[in-house]
């Protein structure tokens, strides 16, 4: 184990897909270009933007292939789409991307609510999944949800975690994204995990996507942090969480987490105040409060 920190740290923001996906009342497609333009000139240079989904599922996720069509030019700003499935694969390609996160859930009841398949014919078809995203030369970034434990079963044994890590490595995906869906991590868990995972992953990037459902998401940053992780998903003032996990919250919150970074000398090329006015906006928009704390606080113009 690294119990180094490291100088610089990644921020991937996922609010526009994760944090979205989550609210009943349809945020307007102007709007959402509107929050990730702000979020683009704050700094951050990934950002999932949508997901290619069932939309009577989903219906915050109609418009994804309006959004890709809308979204602002940048030489800098990476957008990325969820696919569940080989069909939104098909989807985000046509609708012009170049990054898709491919995602499955090592929770067979879990994977049943979210997707309607079992976790052995969800194994099988991420295969199919990949095997399209290399024909469609997408970048591909591959997702394990409820890594740590689930709502529905319990613990979910490592060893399925290390199976399925396995599998996405010997299909040559280009990042391998560990997800808390259900909130249930804590440091001594992912200091575990990720001392299992990390020799096995090699060179290839580990992006950890906490929520914050107990509580404890900054502190399983920091406990990843000392394992050698500088990829992080996280989500402007902490809105999101999954529709299929009763008692979900939302993920770490952008600023809160820069702000962490910050006050230990770790750079994340965010500026916190220019994230802030996206997390008001939508608070004001929606009626609601979101978790996150930074972005009540007055904040300097220099954060």
């Known amino acids: 184990?690294?119990?180094?920190?490291?100088?610089?740290?990644?921020?991937?923001?996922?609010?526009?897909?994760?944090?979205?996906?989550?609210?009943?009342?349809?945020?307007?497609?102007?709007?959402?270009?509107?929050?990730?333009?702000?979020?683009?000139?704050?700094?951050?240079?990934?950002?999932?933007?949508?997901?290619?989904?069932?939309?009577?599922?989903?219906?915050?996720?109609?418009?994804?292939e309006d959004l890709v069509r809308r979204l602002p030019e940048s030489a800098d700003a990476i957008y990325s789409g969820l696919v569940l499935n080989t069909r939104g694969v098909r989807r985000a390609q046509q609708a012009g991307l170049t990054h898709v996160?491919?995602?499955?859930?090592?929770?067979?009841?879990?994977s049943r609510h979210n997707t309607g398949m079992s976790l052995a014919r969800a194994v099988t078809q991420v295969k199919e999944m990949i095997g399209l995203a290399h024909q469609a030369d997408l970048n591909i970034r591959a997702g394990i949800q409820c890594a740590f434990g689930c709502v529905f079963e319990g613990e979910i044994p490592q060893q399925r975690i290390l199976g399925l890590v396995r599998d996405y490595v010997s299909c040559?995906?280009?990042?391998?994204?560990?997800?808390?869906?259900?909130?249930?991590?804590?440091?001594?868990?992912?200091?575990?995990?990720?001392?299992?995972?990390?020799?096995?992953?090699?060179?290839?990037?580990?992006?950890?996507?906490?929520?914050?459902?107990?509580?404890?998401?900054?502190?399983?940053?920091?406990a990843a942090l000392q394992c050698g992780i500088t990829h992080f998903d996280t989500s402007?003032?902490?809105?999101?969480?999954?529709?299929?996990?009763?008692?979900?919250?939302?993920?770490?919150?952008?600023?809160?987490?820069?702000?962490?970074?910050?006050?230990?000398?770790?750079?994340?090329g965010i500026d916190i105040s220019r994230v802030v006015p996206c997390s008001l906006r939508l608070e004001n928009f929606l009626n609601t409060r979101f978790p996150g704390k930074i972005h009540r606080l007055p904040i300097p113009t220099n954060a």
Do not use: W, Y
């Open 101 to 110: 996160e491919i995602s499955i859930s090592a929770s067979d009841t879990h």
């Open 172 to 222: 040559g995906v280009d990042a391998i994204a560990i997800s808390d869906t259900t909130g249930m991590a804590d440091p001594v868990a992912v200091k575990k995990l990720m001392g299992m995972l990390v020799p096995e992953i090699g060179s290839i990037p580990i992006m950890l996507h906490f929520h914050d459902t107990r509580g404890l998401g900054l502190a399983n940053v920091l």
């Open 1 to 64: 184990m690294n119990h180094d920190l490291p100088d610089t740290v990644t921020l991937i923001e996922v609010g526009p897909r994760d944090g979205f996906q989550f609210e009943k009342k349809i945020i307007p497609t102007d709007l959402k270009i509107e929050i990730i333009s702000g979020l683009v000139e704050a700094g951050l240079k990934q950002i999932q933007v949508t997901s290619f989904v069932n939309p009577d599922k989903v219906p915050q996720m109609a418009d994804a």
């Open 236 to 268: 402007l003032a902490g809105m999101g969480g999954c529709p299929f996990v009763p008692g979900a919250t939302g993920n770490i919150a952008t600023e809160d987490t820069a702000h962490l970074m910050a006050a230990m000398g770790i750079a994340t």
